[in-house]
């Protein structure tokens, strides 16, 4: 049997006996887990086009396609559909927005010759955007009035080493993304962009320097927010086991993700199952994505009903519903479309959710962890 067929099979099993696993509860709470927020990634509509007309394929990445740096306007219409709705308690839905903190500072690399990273903090990222200068207000307004609970996803979505040497190497179509503000670099044969793996080790010494990026970054998080973040959503389900202490130490003790974490080792990412609630021996809870609201990556789908379907089966198994939803499906600064068709599907889901389970509870991740640990004592 071919081994993709193996893989994709044993992934299968492993999904089916690990929604059984875990903690059960009697209360049906839903989650929105929402990753993202603050990057860059495409800057403008001008450089998405200017991409194509270079030959590069950034129409066959729904992120590098749709996604950018959150606007004023992307958020205001998030935010009316999220206080469009309340829970049998009151409560809004609310979305757990994990963000990045920083991005390159593009300006400052060049003038260092590549030979050296510098980066900026995000609210300085949003006042060199057009449309972007009262993003973080309304970060913080969404927090306060949680229906946008702010927690940590990264310092930047970024690969910082090997972005860098692949600068000072010279690589030409890096170098052309680099001048045009692009997050990292679309390969032309395969459709995928290395460099956003900001969590995956490259030669010997990137295991500290991930763990450093890491802790610099949970530290700009805490001034930018006035408060530590407790629940940590590693990008692309990237993290080695071997952070979990440090990064306890910094206060983290919540993991989003996958029910997949991908480990690197050596040159390859090994795989560790998770269930929800699974707590760690150092006191960690592990809560797993068991429904996704993707409509700008799974355009083909519908996603309201598949979404419908998984809550339903969460609930049958006495699990939360937990929704991965990325940014990218709530953008309108390159193609307005793109938010305004999914802002819609959201609110249809909304009305469904509550029409369907009347006694449903919206939590965030935070809130959520710190349930599930009490059941678990």
């Not at 970060?139 to 692949?166: A, M, T």
């Amino acid at each position: 049997m071919n081994t993709n067929i193996n893989d994709a099979l044993l992934n299968r099993i492993y999904k089916i006996y690990n929604n059984w696993r875990g903690v059960s509860i009697n209360k049906k709470i839903i989650v929105f887990e929402s990753d993202d927020w603050g990057s860059i990634r495409m800057p403008s509509k001008k450089v998405y086009d200017n991409c194509l007309k270079r030959g590069y394929p950034v129409d066959r990445t729904y992120y590098d396609r749709f996604d950018s740096l959150e606007s004023e306007d992307d958020l205001y219409n998030l935010f009316e559909i999220l206080y469009k709705y309340k829970d049998c308690s009151g409560r809004h839905p609310v979305f757990t927005a994990n963000i990045l903190v920083a991005n390159p500072d593009f300006d400052k690399i060049k003038e260092a010759n590549f030979e050296y990273y510098f980066y900026e903090t995000v609210d300085k990222t949003f006042l060199s955007y057009p449309k972007h200068s009262n993003c973080l207000n309304l970060w913080h307004q969404g927090n306060r009035e949680r229906i946008f609970k702010i927690n940590f996803h990264g310092r930047e979505h970024l690969n910082v080493k090997l972005f860098l040497s692949d600068l000072q190497k010279k690589d030409e179509d890096l170098l052309w993304y680099f001048h045009n503000k692009v997050l990292g670099a679309v390969d032309i044969k395969n459709y995928t962009n290395k460099y956003v793996y900001a969590t995956k080790p490259i030669g010997f010494s990137g295991h500290t320097n991930i763990l450093e990026i890491l802790k610099d970054g949970l530290k700009i998080f805490s001034i930018l927010n006035k408060y530590d973040s407790l629940s940590y959503a590693p990008t692309n389900y990237i993290l080695d086991p071997k952070y979990e202490k440090e990064l306890l130490e910094s206060g983290v003790l919540i993991f989003q993700g996958d029910y997949i974490q991908n480990v690197p080792y050596k040159n390859r990412l090994e795989k560790i199952y998770h269930y929800m609630g699974e707590v760690n021996h150092l006191g960690q809870i592990y809560l797993v994505r068991n429904c996704h609201f993707e409509p700008t990556l799974y355009p083909s789908y519908d996603t309201v009903s598949k979404c419908l379907n998984q809550i339903e089966n969460a609930f049958s198994l006495n699990k939360p519903a937990i929704i991965s939803t990325h940014r990218v499906n709530y953008i309108g600064y390159i193609h307005e479309s793109n938010r305004k068709d999914n802002i819609k599907k959201l609110d249809i889901l909304l009305k469904k959710i509550l029409h369907k389970w009347r006694d449903v509870i919206f939590m965030d991740s935070v809130e959520l962890g710190k349930y599930l640990l009490k059941l678990n004592n």
